[in-house]
């Protein structure tokens, strides 16, 4: 199936699943040359009220995917913990972060990667 219309397919699925006005719905990416150097990051938040909020920012020379992955994904959850809008809301973290996913449940505890955090 070609790129494009996996894409597609996806959204579709996100937002029958997951409706926008229901779910606060967070986008995370990581990014990287070769997976090992000039990584960054980006967090895009579809809010309830149709609006969105972007962040994107460089984790450094030398930064895994994995990291910049793992930034993204925690940076966004700290900018929902901390905001009054979201405190009632659904919110969802479509992810393609597997990875990150996975050492945070088996190590049983809290990723501390920061914007900037590689070098």
């Not at 913990?81 to 972060?97: E, G, L, M, R």
């Amino acid at each position: 199936m070609p790129l494009e219309e996996m894409s597609q397919v996806a959204n579709g699925e996100i937002n029958k699943q997951y409706p926008q006005n229901q779910w606060v719905r967070i986008h995370t990416d990581g990014s990287y040359i070769n997976a090992i150097e000039n990584g960054g990051a980006g967090v895009h938040i579809e809010r309830l009220n149709g609006t969105t909020v972007t962040h994107s920012f460089p984790m450094g020379t030398h930064c895994s995917n994995y990291k910049a992955e793992a930034t993204a994904l925690e940076y966004a959850a700290s900018l929902v913990k901390n905001s009054p809008d979201t405190a009632t809301s659904q919110i969802v973290f479509p992810t393609d972060t597997k990875s990150v996913l996975q050492t945070a449940k088996t190590q049983k505890r809290q990723l501390t990667h920061t914007p900037g955090s590689c070098s």
